[in-house]
Each structure stands twice: as structure tokens, then as C-alpha cells.
């Protein structure tokens, strides 16, 4: 492959992955990240406030975090809409990315149990895999995500000094990271739909 050939194969590759990340916009995640941004966050603080009355045990967590991702995920097939297109191999590493993260933080919970360690050691760890996961959503979705990495690096380190209050540093920054996201993932929804490039070509 000559030099005009790889710039005309990079110029495709960068329409295709721009289309990628137009159709995923137009799939509502905007509309789901933000309603996860209350029930996700909510949920941290709701654990930090079963620490702060004694429960140590893990079942009312348990419970809690399985009723949280089930009806997250009846509300993504609630909310999302299927279209054709480029957008499936996104979609499905959004899938990827979320469900690596729900099943990293499962299996933290059950170590820490397993090893006798109090629940309030979880908050930091979960705070750098959210950074993590925004860093993979960053190399996929583009260098504004990668703030969120930056934010919660630094909420990390704030639940490590604070840590009577970590789950609700973790729960705000979770709510406000993840609703600003679902903010601009559907105000971009908005701007192509206005724009009338809805129903355009595409490359499949």
C-alpha cells in the first residue's frame, strides 16, 4: 500500500468510526446515562448510609446493587432504539466496557468479603476501575472522555482520606460524571437529528 492509498483507507476509517459514534448517539444512551446517573449514585450513597448504621453484613448490599442492575438493564432495552448501522460494533464495546466494570466490582465485593475486610475498603479500588472503564470509553468515544478518568483518579484519592464519607464522594462524582456524559451523548442525538442526517447513507 502506497502513501495516497493509507491516507484514503485512514479517511474511510475515520468517517466509519465517526458514523459509529453519531449512530450510537441516536440509540437514546444519552437519555439512559442520565437516568443511571441517579439510580448508580443514589445507590453509592444509600451504601454509605447502611455503613454509617452498623450493617456489615453483605446481603443488604447485595440486594440492593442486584435490584440497581437489573433495572438498569430493563431500562437500556426500555430505552434504547434499534437502528441499522455502523453503530453495532460500538454499541456492543459499551456493552463490553459496562458489563467488565458490574462484574470487576462483583468480584472485588466477594474478595474483600472472602478476605475478612470491612466493606469501607471498596470505595477508592471502585473509583479507579470507573476511571478505568472511562479511559477504554476515551479510546472509543473520543478525548473528552478521558476526563472523567482524570475526575475519578482524583475522587479516589479523596475517598482514601476521607473514607467515613467515600461511597458518597464516590456516588456524587459517579452521578455527575455519568450525567454530563449522557448530557452530551444526547446533545449530539439532538444535533444530527436537527440536522437532518438521520436517515443518510451509511457504511455497514
Known amino acids: 500500500m502506497d502513501r495516497e492509498q493509507a491516507i484514503k483507507a485512514l479517511d474511510v ?20 446515562w442520565m437516568l443511571h446517573a441517579f439510580t448508580v449514585a443514589g445507590g453509592f450513597i444509600a451504601t454509605n448510609v447502611l455503613l454509617w448504621s452498623g ?7 447485595a440486594t440492593m446493587w442486584a435490584t440497581i442492575v437489573v433495572f438498569n438493564i430493563a431500562t ?7 437502528r441499522a448501522g455502523a453503530r453495532s460494533f460500538v454499541e456492543g ?12 466490582v ?14 469501607f475498603y471498596l470505595g477508592p479500588v471502585i473509583g479507579v476501575l470507573a476511571a478505568v472503564s472511562f479511559a477504554t470509553m476515551g479510546a472509543l468515544m473520543g478525548r473528552r472522555w478521558y476526563i472523567a478518568t482524570a475526575v475519578f483518579a482524583v475522587a479516589s484519592v479523596a475517598m482514601a482520606l476521607a473514607p467515613d464519607h467515600q461511597f458518597i464522594v464516590l456516588g456524587v462524582t459517579w452521578g455527575a460524571a455519568q450525567f454530563t456524559g449522557g448530557a452530551m451523548l444526547h446533545r449530539d ?10 436517515d443518510g447513507p451509511r457504511l455497514v
Request: glycine letters at 8%; a positive charge; proline letters at 3%.
Open 189 to 198: 442525538r439532538a444535533r444530527r437529528l436537527g440536522g437532518g442526517r438521520d
Open 55 to 61: 450493617h456489615e453484613e453483605p446481603w443488604p448490599y
Open 106 to 119: 462483583s468480584l472485588l465485593a466477594i474478595l474483600n468479603h472472602l478476605m475478612g475486610l470491612r466493606t
Open 13 to 32: 476509517l475515520r468517517t466509519v468510526v465517526g458514523q459509529a459514534r453519531d449512530d450510537t448517539a441516536l440509540q437514546n444512551w444519552g437519555v439512559i
Open 76 to 82: 437500556v432495552f426500555a430505552l434504547k432504539k434499534r
Open 93 to 104: 464495546q459499551l456493552w463490553s466496557i459496562w458489563l467488565t466494570f458490574v462484574a470487576a
